[in-house]
Structure formats: C-alpha cells, structure tokens
C-alpha cells in the first residue's frame, strides 16, 4: 500500500493474511489486540500479577545490592548486553534491573551513530572504550551487536563487514571474558503482533512518543529481514564463552525477572540468598538460536 501524507499505513503480511496495519490510527485493530500477546506461541495467557511481580522483583534487587558490595569488594566486572527487536523492553529490564544500584558503579551505555572518527576506528573500539574497570556493572542497551541487526538489514554495513562481524565476534568476546570479565547476552524477544501493538501505544502516549524513531516505522515490514539476521546472528555468535540467553518477553514482567535471575545465577558473589532468586523459568528463557525456533 502507497504512503500519502496523511498516512502511514503498510500491508503487512502476517500467518499468510494480507493486514494493513496504520500507526497513524489512534484505534488499534483488532487483529492486533487480539493476538499481542500470545504471539510468537507465548506460553502464558496474562500478564503475571502485579503484586507478585512487585515482591519477586523486590528480593532479586536486593540481591543485586549485594553483587554491587561484592563487586566493589572484589574487583570484579560484569557487562550485560541487552538486545531485541525495537520495542521488545530492553530499555525497562535495563532499568530495573539497576534501579537500586548505585550509577557511580552500575552504568548504562546506549551510544549513538558514530562519528566520523568512529566510523573510520576498529569497529569494536567505541565499545571498549566503555567496558568496566574494576568493581563496575555495565549495561549496554544495545551494543557492537548493531552489526548483526539493524546494520544489514537498513544497509548501513556492506555485506562483507557483516560477515566480518559474524566471524570475528567470538573471537573478540573471548578477551573479556579470559580477562575475567562477567559477560551476559540477552535477546529480548516478541512477537509481530506485540511489536506492533507497543509501537502503536508510544505513537499515541504522549509520554512515550520519544520512544517511537523513524527507525521504528522503517522497519515495520522488515520483520523477516531481521527475523532472518536475528537467526543467523544467534547461531554464529553463540558460544561457550559468551553464550546468548534467549528471553520471551511479550510479558516484560516475567522478562525483567528472569533476566535478572539469570545474572544472580551465574555471579558468585557473597551472601547469595538462592531461594530469594527462585528458580528461572524455562517456559520463556532458552539459550542460542534454538531458543527462538517453534
């Protein structure tokens, strides 16, 4: 369908039907609604319930509390990098999973396009240069990962350097990590529909329309486009090393718990409370590019 300058409206095609689908339209279609967020087979039918969400998210943050003692104590370091689709809730796992943590130690890093003199380094060099020094959490909403995804797909990369990437990555994540770095990857993923459904809401909250960029709309019917470097990129980069934790988060409360159960997990740090961590759910967290097939 034809853009005019009123509308903005695409023909999507979704399960073999022809949708069309107009962010632009403050009503959101029923096909949409109804089928956000058992989308992409999602294992719950609701949301879980807030007050359950509240206390379970409460006692992880606590825990966390303790990782950043430990850290500080120790010297220990840890990035966590959080990846998806637009739209799949990294920006809200990455705030609760710090927000009691002190930012001197626990920062966030969601770095623009590059320079000119970016663009012209080491294409890993703008992200070494915020890995953590001792005693640091560091979280990347999004990362040197942009290659994988929105660069091939938008064409901002030539194939060649894509292919680069996908070759060379696992040998770069291995130097943090023998370095004795805590490296964690998520993939955050949704389903079309709840995509779709959470950028027609930043499009019409007025606190949430700085959330919605022209990148979003472009990519509105590239949805096999990145489901495909999505694939490719879970399989080639996915090692034991700096393996990827795949999380379903149509749910971002069962999301953001998880992916913090996952850190908790996996760090030794002192005074860990296991039953106050809980046990991950594996109806929603997987691991590699099987993670995300059926």
């Known amino acids: 369908m034809g853009t005019d300058k009123t509308s903005r409206a695409v023909e999507l095609e979704i399960d073999g039907k022809t949708r069309v689908f107009d962010i632009d339209d403050p009503k959101l279609p029923d096909w949409v609604e109804d089928n956000a967020f058992s989308s992409d087979n999602y294992p719950y039918d609701k949301k879980l319930k807030r007050h359950d969400y509240e206390d379970t998210l409460e006692a992880l943050q606590v825990e966390l509390v303790k990782v950043q003692t430990w850290l500080g104590e120790t010297g220990n370091r840890v990035i966590s990098v959080f990846e998806g689709r637009d739209a799949a809730g990294k920006g809200g796992s990455i705030g609760a999973t710090r927000a009691y943590m002190n930012p001197r130690s626990a920062r966030i890093v969601a770095l623009p396009k590059p320079t000119e003199t970016e663009r012209g380094q080491w294409y890993y060099q703008r992200y ?3 890995f953590p020094t001792s005693g640091e959490f560091v979280m990347f909403d999004r990362s040197w990962y ?9 064409g901002f990369c030539t194939p060649a350097e894509h292919a680069h990437f996908l070759e060379e990555t696992p040998h770069f994540e291995r130097m943090p990590v023998k370095a004795g770095i805590h490296l964690f990857k998520f993939w955050l993923n949704i389903g079309r529909e709840m995509q779709l459904k959470r950028f027609h809401d930043r499009r019409h909250n007025r606190l949430k329309a700085w959330k919605l960029s022209p990148m979003d709309i472009a990519s509105l019917n590239k949805w096999e486009d990145y489901t ?3 694939d490719l990129m879970l399989r080639e980069t996915h090692s034991d090393h700096a393996p990827w934790t795949v999380v379903r988060a149509n749910d971002k ?7 913090i159960r996952t850190i908790l997990k996996e760090l030794p740090y002192t005074g860990k409370d296991k039953d106050a961590i809980g046990e991950i759910d594996e109806k929603i967290v997987g691991h590699g590019v099987d993670a995300v097939k059926g």
């Open 128 to 130: 070494v240069d915020h």
């Open 253 to 259: 409360r069962r999301a953001r718990i998880n992916i």
């Open 228 to 230: 495909e470097m999505r």
């Open 146 to 154: 942009n290659r994988a995804g929105v660069e091939p797909v938008m």
